[in-house]
């Protein structure tokens, strides 16, 4: 329950912030859904972003998260590959695999936007814990995400992507995947 109160919370403050602009991302399959807000700093290519989200599944299993991180072209201007890094806190609670967890997680994303195919994009994210910041009931927290986007209008994309989810759980030190699969998605920007 702290595990959603964490990110309800997230996402109010975030839409408190003094943020320029944002997008509501949502995306789900037959067992999950990820709702989540982000807002950055300034419109331009290079910026500060924040995110909260929250996710569920029917195993009983909820997400929330809280993160940050710079995000801006490669290289020089125009280059059809964006890149950002930074850190996101994760938390972790389901009653049915007894599982209450807090982690720092760092890491890393792309989009890439191919020259010769208009209104495409191709995105990935991975974000790791290791043990020294994943506290309660697992040992490391890994998160991953893979996209194929279409922009149907200027302020809205959608997607389809891959989401993998996994933590070594403390007591028995096995791995478990807590999520994995194909989902669909929408994205929609807002200032």
Do not use: C
Request: net charge negative; hydrophobic share 45%.
């Amino acid at each position: 329950m702290a595990i959603k109160a964490f990110a309800i919370g997230g996402m109010l403050l975030a839409a408190s912030s003094a943020a320029t602009a944002g997008a509501l991302d949502v995306n789900l399959n037959d067992d999950s859904v990820r709702l989540a807000l982000s807002w950055m700093t300034s419109p331009s290519p290079n910026s500060l972003e924040g995110e909260a989200a929250i996710y569920y599944n029917t195993d009983s299993i909820y997400v929330g998260t809280i993160g940050v991180r710079v995000v801006g072209e490669t290289g020089r201007q125009g280059n059809p590959l964006e890149a950002g890094v930074g850190g996101k806190l994760i938390g972790i609670t389901s009653s049915d695999m007894d599982i209450d967890a807090v982690a720092l997680g760092l890491g890393f994303g792309l989009r890439y936007y191919p020259a010769t195919i208009n209104r495409l994009a191709f995105g990935m994210q991975l974000h790791y814990a290791p043990q020294i910041v994943s506290f309660g009931d697992v040992n490391n927290i890994l998160e991953g995400m893979l996209n194929v986007e279409y922009q149907i209008l200027p302020q809205a994309f959608a997607y389809i992507g891959y989401r993998l989810l996994r933590a070594e759980l403390e007591d028995s030190g096995k791995t478990d995947d807590l999520d994995e699969g194909a989902h669909v998605g929408m994205r929609i920007l807002f200032q």
